[in-house]
């Protein structure tokens, strides 16, 4: 299973998108306080649903107090990660991920902490994006790295085709000419 962690997070909007892209997708989410929300049901419900939808039910989300607690819960987060930060050496179109890669994401106001992103330089990857541009929405930037994620592993356990597949096979018309 792929991982999202959001390192920090602050916009309660994001984090729902986020959680959306990780429903949709069978990846968990996974939550390094401190938060710039809350995450009680009522507040999930208050500030989160609506990007989330109705697909809170399919998002496993695990919080945890700092990136050690992270580390300590799961010590192969640390065999197998990746981090996405403007301020990578590579970008991300390098890395090669696995079914089951962690994919950290900082807060929207600074990103990953700066150790961090020392302790694991050679696997700190960006998105390509002009030079006066800072950075891509952090929902926007989950979902890219997500799917790159999920295309280089065959995009494992997801349904390649839709409804307009199953038309066409049962209707043996094909839809464009």
């Known amino acids: 299973m792929l991982h999202v ?18 429903a949709v997708t069978g990846a968990s989410l996974h939550l390094v306080r401190p938060l710039g929300f809350d995450i009680s049901q009522d507040a999930v419900r208050r500030n989160m649903k609506r990007c989330g ?16 607690d992270l580390f300590r819960c799961h010590p192969e987060a640390a065999q197998d990660l990746w981090l996405a930060t403007t301020k990578a050496p590579r970008p991300y179109v390098e890395a090669r991920f696995t079914p089951d890669s962690w994919l950290f994401f900082g807060k929207e106001t600074a990103g990953l902490p700066r150790e961090f992103r020392e302790r694991f330089w050679d696997r700190c990857v960006r ?4 030079g006066e541009a ?7 930037a989950v979902a890219v790295f997500a799917y790159e994620a999920l295309r280089q592993n065959g995009f494992p356990g997801l349904l390649g085709t839709g409804e307009m597949a199953l038309d066409h096979v049962s209707t043996g018309v094909c839809a464009e000419k």
């Open 5 to 22: 962690v959001l390192v920090e997070p602050e916009i309660p909007q994001n984090c729902g998108n986020i959680s959306r892209t990780c």
């Open 53 to 68: 939808l109705d697909y809170w039910h399919l998002v496993e989300v695990t919080d945890y107090e700092n990136l050690e």
């Open 127 to 130: 998105l390509p994006m002009i």
């Open 134 to 140: 800072r950075s891509l929405n952090l929902s926007n």
